[in-house]
């Protein structure tokens, strides 16, 4: 039986090398994906999606648009990191085409997709948590039906990367994170959401090595992620922090996948814990907050990375979609 993945991201560069590596691995099917607006608008993130699942070979996964906006603040978009059209310099087919899709149908498409395969579906979230909160009002059954989840965001024990404290996905919209880790907090939960913050996600760095051994003999694919990593690339050297890039989303990925197939690849570790999303603080905002010491007098309501191992992450990302993708070697 394949692992049935349903993935709600933002294309974004760090997403489109997700979705490489879910669909370059034997062992997956994705089974829908979800696009939420973030790194750009909702409705550039889904022709960011089908231009690259033209270009994974996969136009015939389904695919909804979400919401226009966060749940309590209009959209914050980041096209100085990702680019003007979300893939920095590449581009892909139909890219600036319209979708002819209505907003709104992502939340439908996680409740259908876990109604088709109840305790099968693994979901991960690598954007905002909009549409997976959305979906929680759709029905509020949604953790009974899930294998796992797994979130990209937050920043616990580390500096945020878009306000002092706050990480980009939570910081677009803290109610949903908060919205789902209540969902997730209740009797008839089959799974405890894993939230993987970038004190561990920052540690999975592209650098001009490891750019070169993935995208290396070319393909239409590979051609298009090199462009997107050379303008992250930059932006990342502009912000002070060399020719590196960050690549939280593929990371997340991997661990969802492998730790869902539990086949001894161990990327990262997790510990449960009392997580909870400030709302209001004038100064914080978005801050994903882990109290690690009990003080809240709470049981934990998730997990939440503790180490990461970065070396064996890109010894396995790279090979696993150079296998499907690569054209030589």
């Not at 879910?22 to 696009?35: K, T």
């Not at 953790?143 to 796992?148: D, R």
């Not at 932006?235 to 989303?249: K, P, R, T, W």
Request: with cysteine; glycine share 10%.
């Amino acid at each position: 039986m394949p692992l049935r993945l349903l993935i709600d991201c933002d294309p974004g560069i760090d997403d489109a090398l997700a979705l490489a590596y879910a669909f370059a691995h034997p062992e997956v099917s994705v089974e829908g994906i979800v696009a939420t607006g973030g790194n750009v608008s909702t409705e550039q993130v889904g022709r960011n999606i089908r231009g690259l699942l033209h270009l994974l070979g996969a136009p015939h996964i389904r695919w909804e648009l979400g919401a226009i906006n966060p749940l309590a603040q209009a959209l914050i978009t980041t096209e100085e990191t990702h680019g003007p059209l979300g893939t920095g310099y590449a581009l892909l087919p139909d890219q600036q085409e319209p979708t002819g899709k209505e907003h709104g149908r992502g939340a439908e498409l996680w409740v259908e997709t876990a109604a088709r395969y109840p305790g099968e579906l693994h979901g991960i979230v690598l954007g905002p948590s909009t549409n997976l909160a959305l979906a929680l009002e759709l029905d509020p059954t949604l953790p009974s039906k899930m294998g796992s989840l797994h979130i990209m965001g937050g920043a616990l024990n580390h500096r945020g990367n878009t306000m002092p404290t706050t990480e980009w996905n939570v910081h677009s919209d803290p109610e949903a994170l908060a919205s789902v880790l209540t969902a997730f907090d209740r009797p008839g939960a089959t799974c405890s959401p894993v939230l993987c913050p970038l004190d561990h996600t920052e540690n999975s760095l592209i650098t001009p090595e490891r750019r070169a051994a993935l995208t290396a003999g070319g393909g239409a694919l590979l051609e298009a992620l090199d462009l997107a990593l050379q303008f992250y690339m930059e932006f990342h050297e502009s912000d002070g922090l060399g020719f590196i890039a960050h690549v939280h989303d593929p990371f997340v990925t991997a661990l969802a996948v492998n730790t869902a197939l539990d086949n001894g690849l161990i990327l990262a570790q997790s510990l449960p814990v009392a997580l909870d999303v400030e709302l209001t603080g004038t100064l914080t905002r978005g801050q994903t907050v882990a109290d690690w010491l009990g003080r809240w007098g709470r049981e934990p309501n998730a997990k939440a990375l503790v180490a990461a191992d970065a070396e064996t992450f890109f010894e396995h990302f790279i090979e696993t979609v150079r296998a499907r993708y690569a054209v030589a070697s």
